[in-house]
């Protein structure tokens, strides 16, 4: 699965709920109100025409995940970090179509994503992720593991929120 920027957000919304819809529908489910809870966020970001930094978690078939990365800085840090908030998810996990396990591995590849982003294109030295829930820091709980070869010099779960720094950005922001 690779995170992509929604081209074009407003269309690529549609086509994100047309396929959601159905997948509902699926399995009995109304969209309508299925959507009301954990698509109405995003329904309003797709109104912000500055750009809301808006991308996808996708499989090349389906879109598994949206969320919205910020670039910022944030007065903590020396340097920029990345911000993702507002996380959906196909109803296919909402509605128990996939395991539990197939849950936790998107949820750690719209994470890598993340960081991947924060290597390339989004350069940022700290990431700032809003899990959906505190249950989901379960899928991260290694992470706060110190081992020669992590990618982090911090990472810390606090509620739904986890907090990292990359080993990279503190070399560079040493004098």
Not at 77 to 82: A, D, F, N
Not at 110 to 125: C, E, K, N, T, Y
């Amino acid at each position: 699965m690779r995170l992509l920027p929604m081209k074009d957000p407003d269309k690529a919304w549609r086509s994100i709920k047309a396929q959601w819809k159905k997948d509902a529908e699926g399995v009995g489910e109304d969209f309508s109100t299925f959507a009301s809870g954990s698509c109405a966020a995003f329904d309003s970001l797709i109104k912000d025409t500055s750009n809301p930094g808006l991308y996808c978690l996708s499989d090349g078939e389906r879109i598994h995940a949206v969320c919205q990365v910020s670039r910022m800085l944030m007065s903590k840090y020396s340097s920029p970090l990345l911000r993702v908030r507002f996380v959906s998810v196909s109803p296919v996990y909402e509605l128990g179509l996939a395991g539990a396990g197939e849950y936790a591995q998107m949820m750690v590849a719209l994470f890598s994503g993340i960081v991947w982003l924060s290597r390339d294109s989004l350069s940022a030295g700290h990431i700032r992720f809003f899990l959906k829930s505190p249950g989901d820091s379960q899928f991260f709980a290694a992470l706060q593991i110190s081992t020669p070869l992590s990618p982090f010099s911090k990472f810390t779960i606090e509620g739904a929120l986890i907090e990292c720094s990359l080993k990279e950005a503190e070399l560079a922001e040493t004098p």
